[in-house]
């Protein structure tokens, strides 16, 4: 394992100007249940490891505020499990949230680890993504303070962009955001009533694997249909059937799965450790019934009040 410079800072501009000042060969951490298995096996090298938990700025809460939550960077998946409105409004989140790793893995991983590791199985990702969430990175703005050896200081001068989930991703570990960017927090509106949603995942070995597959359904109260399957590409991919037939429980269930085959057919798993495509191709559609039929049954639930 090649050595690293661990880095704690406490404020925000801080962290920007270190992540800035170490470029490419910088790695922010936050619970560091992928990072240091990555440095640990020799697949990152980084120069430095910029640790964000002593960042005050970053929140570790999550707010409930004018129809949209917003998680921080630092709420571990353990709380956002229990939390009661993730729980209410985003059920397919929750359950997603709660078969990651194992509960020691889930007191120190964050939400926001598990979308930056841009891992295409990332579980929590497929329901962030129907829900429509979106993601808020900072990094330093245009003026940049240096000091005499010419290295970037602390400007306190911080710019904000928020990005959908859907745009966020770039392929197998890579995303948008830049080397001297931070991901500090997903907002993801509150859905509006009828919508129902569930998410499904086929494992080897639950608490120590990734997934084979992974997905999540939603369906809005205009009846469209929106799937986002992970492990099926070299990114989640995102799906919409805006017939409202999928959406519909009078359809037969072979044409069900003919509209369902019609969009799993938009992926492209491949064949490694964990399975062959074929099976992972088949086993999108049985966990994709499985799925619809969950989110057709809460969207029901929830019309009956
Ligand atoms: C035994 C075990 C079981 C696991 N099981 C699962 C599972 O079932 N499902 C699953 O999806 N995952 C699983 N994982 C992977 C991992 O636990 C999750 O991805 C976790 O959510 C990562 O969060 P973290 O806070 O630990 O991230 P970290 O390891 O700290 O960071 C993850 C990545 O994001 C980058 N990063 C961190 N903070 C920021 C930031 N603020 N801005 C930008 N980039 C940042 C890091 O540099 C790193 O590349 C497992 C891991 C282990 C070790």
Wanted: glycine share 10%; net charge neutral.
């Amino acid at each position: 394992m090649k050595s690293f410079q661990y880095l704690r800072p406490e404020t925000l501009s801080e962290a920007i100007s270190l992540m800035e000042r170490f470029g490419a060969g910088a790695r922010p951490l936050l619970g560091g249940t992928d990072l240091m298995v990555r440095i640990q096996k020799g697949q990152a090298e980084p120069d430095a490891v910029v640790d964000m938990k002593w960042v005050g700025e970053i929140p570790a809460s999550i707010e409930v505020e004018d129809g949209m939550i917003t998680v921080g960077a630092r709420v571990v998946l353990a709380d956002l499990v229990c939390h009661k409105q993730i729980r209410e409004y985003y059920p397919a989140l929750a359950e997603a949230a709660s078969i990651v790793g194992s509960i020691q893995i889930r007191n120190r991983a964050t939400l926001v680890g598990n979308i930056c590791n841009a891992s295409p199985a990332a579980d929590t990702v497929p329901p962030l993504m129907v829900y429509g969430a979106s993601v808020t990175i900072v990094g330093a703005g245009s003026t940049v303070v240096r000091d005499t050896a010419n290295r970037p200081m602390p400007s306190g001068s911080i710019v904000t962009r928020e990005v959908p989930l859907q745009d966020f991703f770039l392929g197998p570990g890579k995303s948008v955001c830049g080397p001297a960017e931070l991901v500090v927090g997903v907002k993801i509106p509150v859905p509006t009533p009828p919508f129902g949603s569930a998410f499904g995942r086929l494992t080897r070995r639950r608490g120590v694997d990734l997934a084979i597959i992974n997905m999540a359904c939603a369906i809005d109260a205009a009846g469209v249909t929106t799937f986002v399957f992970g492990a099926a590409g070299p990114k989640p991919i995102l799906v919409r059937d805006e017939s409202g037939q999928l959406a519909s429980t009078d359809l037969p269930e072979s044409k069900h799965d003919e509209l369902l085959q019609s969009l799993i057919d938009k992926t492209s798993p491949i064949s490694d450790v964990r399975s062959g495509e074929e099976y992972r191709r088949a086993m999108l559609l049985t966990f994709g019934r499985r799925v619809l039929h969950q989110a057709q049954a809460r969207r029901s639930a929830a019309k009956m009040g």
